[in-house]
């Protein structure tokens, strides 16, 4: 059986199989991309729900393995060289646990690059960017009188949103017929934008043509399905 105990996560949330990956998230657009990828891979997993509604991530024993107190986070108790490793940022994560199945990211280095290329724009760019327009549209900035924040970040998630229009041009997937990491990382967002956000409107959603069919696609695979409701909400 596998020693957890170097990791302080899990005084406060026990490994029931220490052997399995252990995940420690909610379902939201960042945390549901490492449960899809999970799913998708077929990887044994523990998902542990995190309530950030009541601030667990800044305790010390999250932040002993995300100092930034951000979900998700993983334990691989079978890491590199058989030894235990702990890892945030989703970014991260996805391609960990692409690169140690051998799946979800192409064998061909310059569609490999392309492919992290492509996550890195949701990392840097359509993340930031509609979780922004999230807050001041959905969320408290919504009472802010003064709009032009909110219009600001409508405007950059509309543009955004017209590169991924045209990228899925003629393509089924981001890859093109290769369902990869690119797409587990973006779906979660796009979903949200026009679904929870309820921002649909501010960025013209309704004009585009390939984003919505991407992410009916995306929507019906089983494994999408089972991971946007991984870990159960508190």
């Known amino acids: 059986m596998s020693d957890l105990s170097a990791f302080p996560i899990t005084k406060r949330?026990?490994?029931?199989h220490p052997d399995r990956i252990q995940l420690y998230s909610l379902p939201t657009p960042n945390g549901v991309k490492v449960s899809i990828a999970l799913e998708e891979l077929g990887l044994p997993y523990e998902p542990h729900t995190i309530d950030i509604g009541k601030n667990e991530t800044w305790g010390p024993e999250f932040l002993s393995l995300n100092p930034n107190g951000k979900i998700p986070a993983i334990i691989d108790p079978n890491g590199p060289g058989g030894k235990p490793i702990g890892l945030f940022e989703s970014g991260a994560i996805l391609?960990?646990?692409?690169e140690k199945t051998g799946k979800l990211l192409p064998a061909d280095a310059a569609r490999r690059y392309e492919t992290i290329a492509w996550v890195f724009f949701q990392m840097a760019a359509v993340g930031p960017m509609f979780g922004q327009l999230g807050f001041f549209h959905r969320f408290a900035g919504r009472e802010y009188e003064d709009k032009r924040p909110r219009d600001r970040y409508a405007a950059e998630s509309k543009r955004l949103l017209g590169v991924l229009e045209t990228r899925l041009d003629g393509r089924q997937?981001?890859?093109?017929?290769e369902y990869t990491i690119a797409d587990i990382a973006l779906l979660g967002w796009v979903r949200n934008i026009n679904g929870f956000y309820q921002a649909g409107e501010l960025v013209d959603y309704a004009s585009l043509k390939n984003v919505p069919a991407w992410?009916?696609?995306?929507l019906a695979r089983p494994a999408v399905q089972r991971g946007l409701e991984i870990p159960k909400r508190p």
């Open 13 to 16: 949330w026990p490994a029931q």
């Open 95 to 98: 391609l960990y646990l692409a």
């Open 173 to 177: 997937w981001i890859m093109g017929d």
């Open 215 to 218: 992410v009916e696609r995306g």
